[in-house]
């Protein structure tokens, strides 16, 4: 770069000295260098030109060919735009082989602006959901799509979660829908027919419910015989501890068979709960009276009540939720231990039931299993207990269905802590 500023230097001086000279000889020194001086600027404003026009005209073309520091300039621009083309092309190819992956895809893709419309969507989108083509562009996906659930979702700033519903084109299938953020407040709308997985699960709820039906027959009359024989005076005293034993595993199963009819209607029922009032002061009484009379657990039950007393919801699902929390607490709390039944309103204004023990407590690696259908950290000691394994599976839908959660705390040998927590707009002040 050095060398052409020093050519540029002297392509200056080769020009200023001969005019100089010849303005000495004719109209003097000063008007020959400003003669000079001009040519030399009108040389620079042709290579401007010649700049300019490329620009507006031909930029396609080579840059033109100069000399000198324009040269140079012609040069790094002719690289630069080079580098800027190539790069594009990799962008273009990058872009071709996202949109043909996409296109491959069988889940629909469809990308969301800051206001939540369309800028660009697949085929697989566009089959799934009765997007037509580029008339779709630039519309809000609330104009397709307008389940509550998921408008809701689309609002929120919260972690992204799947939301299954129906298809909007297509009665009998269903789509799991997720929104996920990325970006500069863009959004990724990714479908997934799950028509097959719907269809599987309905299948199986079907063939809990109808044979959990078709037991309870059976096991009513074989408890009643069993009964009849346990009650009979002439039944031989070495019968009566099996006759015994057979009573208790049928009560068992027919527990068992019970709690299943109870999920199979829990799970065929609408996701949102209707919103009856519930009085959950005197429902915690109750539960404390009935854990009491079991006869067994703890003595030192106690009900801890502050903030708004009343929710909303179905008050036999939430008894039977609760209740479930209360009667595990229980039965795995020795006598010498407590049980605490808490209700308050977190700083969020949701509704929370918590279940505190000092039982033996639970490993974390089961936490995450406990409201799994028949899932046991101890099976030798819940069966003992008289357990289904269908208690914590039932509370988590009954909360689900009101709109909450069910969170779980636990330690080996320090006792467990389960609570509801339950959204703000179901709690609301005492009627008194």
């Not at 190819?93 to 939540?116: I, N, Y």
Request: proline residues 6%; positive net charge.
């Amino acid at each position: 770069m050095r060398a052409l500023w020093s050519l540029e230097l002297l392509r200056i001086v080769l020009l200023l000295v001969p005019a100089g000279l010849l303005g000495w000889l004719s109209i003097g020194l000063a008007p020959g260098l400003v003669v000079g001086l001009s040519l030399y600027a009108a040389w620079h404003l042709w290579q401007l030109y010649r700049l300019e026009r490329w620009f507006r005209l031909d930029r396609k073309r080579n840059p033109p060919v100069g000399s000198g520091l324009w040269g140079e300039v012609f040069d790094h621009y002719y690289r630069l735009q080079q580098r800027h083309l190539n790069r594009k092309r990799r962008l273009a190819r990058v872009l071709r082989e996202f949109r043909s992956s996409t296109e491959a895809m069988p889940d629909g893709t469809v990308v969301l602006d800051r206001q939540g419309h369309i800028v660009w969507f697949n085929q697989s989108a566009q089959a799934m959901i009765g997007l037509k083509g580029s008339q779709d562009l630039g519309q809000p996906i609330s104009n397709l799509l307008r389940e509550p659930r998921f408008l809701k979702q689309l609002s929120s700033r919260e972690a992204p979660e799947t939301i299954e519903v129906g298809s909007p084109i297509h009665r009998d299938r269903w789509l799991n829908l997720s929104v996920v953020p990325y970006g500069e407040g863009q959004r990724l709308l990714l479908i997934r027919d799950v028509t097959r997985l719907h269809r599987l699960e309905r299948m199986r709820r079907d063939f809990v419910a109808n044979a959990s039906h078709e037991l309870r027959s059976p096991l009513t009359v074989v408890q009643g015989y069993l009964d009849a024989l346990g009650e009979d005076p002439h039944v031989q005293s070495e019968w009566q501890r099996p006759v015994e034993e057979m009573q208790r595993q049928t009560q068992r199963m027919t527990s068992i068979v019970n709690d299943m009819l109870e999920l199979s209607r829990l799970e065929t029922e609408e996701p949102d709960a209707i919103r009856d009032p519930v009085d959950v002061r005197g429902m915690l009484n109750r539960l404390r009276e009935e854990a009491l009379a079991l006869g067994k657990g703890p003595r030192d039950v106690q009900v801890e009540v502050s903030g708004r007393p009343m929710m909303l919801g179905v008050e036999s699902e939430l008894y039977s939720a609760f209740s479930n929390l209360v009667f595990n607490a229980m039965r795995y709390t020795p006598e010498s231990g407590s049980v605490r039944l808490v209700w308050d309103i977190t700083p969020a204004g949701s509704g929370r039931f918590s279940v505190i023990d000092t039982g033996q407590g639970v490993e974390p690696k089961h936490i995450p299993h406990l409201t799994q259908r028949f899932y046991r950290a101890d099976p030798a000691r819940t069966r003992k207990e008289g357990g289904t394994g269908l208690g914590l599976a039932i509370a988590k839908h009954v909360i689900q269905r009101h709109g909450g959660r069910l969170e779980i705390e636990s330690q080996p040998g320090k006792g467990s802590t389960f609570r509801c927590i339950l959204p703000a707009d179901r709690v609301q002040a005492s009627p008194n």
